[in-house]
Every structure is written in structure tokens, then in C-alpha cells.
């Protein structure tokens, strides 16, 4: 496929055939935790942070819905995925992110 831009995604070889471990995109490492997601549809934004879920009113400024999921690896490395949906397409993109803006989700 030429012309497009490298994937930014990095996956490494999960513990089963059939699943990968998400990578941080600095420095590979595939300890990462995740600290947030969110998705915001309409007027509403959802978020799921540490050990809480929240909804909130928003205005409405993007187009179709959007999915955001926040990771941290184990050295510090932040970024996003966010996934787009509109028109029956999805865009999907990763930004950094300042480090220590969130606290991981909850886990046993
Ligand atoms: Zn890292």
C-alpha cells in the first residue's frame, strides 16, 4: 500500500495465538497501562478513569463519534489512540501525551 503513512500502532506477541500486547510507540516497551478512556457521542462525553465512570454534557464539536483510549508505559512514555467514526469510515490516530495527567484504570 503505497502512499500510506507508517502505523504508529505497535503490537508484540500476546500470550496466545490469537492476541498481541500494545507496545508504547517511544520506546517499545509492552508493560503499558491504560489510564483513560473516552467516548464521545452526540453531546455526551463518557469517561472511565482510576476507579470511576462519568458522563458528561459536552458541545458538540467533532463529527460522528469518538473513541479516545490513554496509555502509560512503565518508563513514563504517555499517548492516545483515538478512533473516529463518521460516514461509515474510521479514522484512527495516536498523539503524545504529557505524562502523569491521569491515573490508571482500575485492575486486579
Ligand atoms: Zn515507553
Redesign the pocket.
Known amino acids: 500500500m503505497s502512499g500510506m503513512k507508517s502505523p504508529r500502532f505497535v503490537l508484540t506477541e500476546g500470550m496466545t495465538e490469537d492476541s498481541a500486547y500494545i507496545a508504547?510507540p517511544?520506546?517499545g516497551?509492552d508493560y503499558v497501562h491504560i489510564h483513560r478512556v473516552t467516548v464521545d457521542q452526540g453531546s455526551a462525553r463518557s469517561i472511565c478513569e482510576s476507579d470511576f465512570v462519568q458522563v458528561r454534557k459536552i458541545k458538540q464539536a467533532g463529527r460522528g463519534s469518538l473513541v479516545r483510549i490513554t496509555f502509560e508505559?512503565e518508563?513514563?512514555?504517555s499517548w492516545e489512540y483515538g478512533l473516529q467514526f463518521h460516514k461509515g469510515k474510521t479514522t484512527a490516530w495516536m498523539k503524545r501525551r504529557r505524562t502523569g495527567s491521569t491515573k490508571e484504570l482500575w485492575r486486579d
Open positions: 508504547c517511544v520506546c516497551d508505559c518508563s513514563g512514555h
